[in-house]
Nanobody
Framework: QVKLVESGGALVQPGSSLRLSCLASGFTFSDNDMSWIRQAPGKRLEWVADINGRGLATYYADSALGRFIISRDNAKDTLYLQMNSLKPEDTAVYYC?????????WGQGTQVTVSS
């Protein structure tokens, strides 16, 4: 049974850093490109970043470029998102998923709140 469990979200001040984790199980993690996606209240899902299966290629939304770093540890079946210089507009529930996104794979997400 495929499971994606996001963690690491918190309430932080603007300018802070946070590292999110996504623990995967039930599929061959290293065979899949992975994404981070976020959703603010009342907003659509917004793609944040991608990483290929080997972790050698990364891609970022304009909103994340220069501030966020996506990475993975295939030995631990874990995806990471290092978020720096956080802004209030980064406030959202953050999810991970495969590329392409699989409808049955969505986890609970992890809440990131950036507020002064």
């Amino acid at each position: 049974q495929v499971k994606l469990v996001e963690s690491g979200g918190a309430l932080v001040q603007p300018g802070s850093s946070l590292r999110l984790s996504c623990l995967a199980s039930g599929f061959t993690f290293s065979d899949n490109d992975m994404s981070w996606i976020r959703q603010a209240p009342g907003k659509r899902l917004e793609w944040v970043a991608d990483i290929n299966g080997r972790g050698l290629a990364t891609y970022y939304a304009d909103s994340a470029l220069g501030r966020f770093i996506i990475s993975r540890d295939n030995a631990k079946d874990t995806l990471y998102l290092q978020m720096n210089s956080l802004k209030p507009e980064d406030t959202a529930v953050y999810y991970c998923n495969t590329v392409p996104w699989a409808s049955d794979y969505w986890g609970q997400g992890t809440q990131v709140t950036v507020s002064s």
